[in-house]
């Protein structure tokens, strides 16, 4: 592995397979409201929540099409920082649960000066295949990975 104190950085592109998926979720999201025995208002609030769920998601997590979407990840002597077009590098702070997966990369974190946790997923068709292991393993073995954002 490199040296610790090498800066580290990635930057990741829309996949092909989670718009897919979250798609297919959808579907069946959509597709249950309407065989469910409720109240049509109840399954027309229900298919208007799935949609504007969808309207919001897939630009910012999916298509990675909108400016505040976070499309890049970097670890120099500052911390951990994510890239977006609308803010630049923002640093954060990773929570313990997040997940590094041979096909699946979860990063859950926190913005600097934000109590809420966020959320993203970088699957392996995002990034070339040296670029995905690589940002595995600085997750699972970089030195302070849990620490605020310096």
């Known amino acids: 592995m490199s040296s610790p104190s090498k800066p580290f950085e990635c930057r990741w592109q829309a ?3 989670l718009p897919a998926a979250y798609l297919g979720a959808q579907g069946l999201a959509l597709g249950s409201l309407c065989l469910l025995d409720i109240a049509r208002w109840a399954s027309l609030s229900g298919a208007l929540l799935c949609l504007l769920h ?3 998601v897939l630009p ?3 298509l990675l099409s909108h400016p505040s979407a976070f499309t890049g990840l970097r670890r120099d002597e500052q911390g951990w920082r994510l890239w977006s077009q609308a803010a ?3 640093p954060v702070r990773l929570q313990r649960d997040s997940l590094a997966l041979p096909w699946l990369v979860v ?3 926190r913005l600097a000066g934000e109590r809420r946790v966020r959320a993203l997923c970088v699957p392996r068709d995002a990034l070339a295949p040296d670029e995905h292991r690589r940002l595995r393993v600085r997750l699972k073995f970089s030195r302070r990975r849990w620490a605020a954002p310096g």
Do not use: E, I, K, T
Request: positive net charge.
């Open 88 to 90: 630049g590098w923002q």
């Open 107 to 109: 990063l859950r974190f």
């Open 15 to 17: 996949s092909r397979l």
């Open 54 to 56: 969808g309207a919001w």
């Open 60 to 62: 910012r997590q999916l």
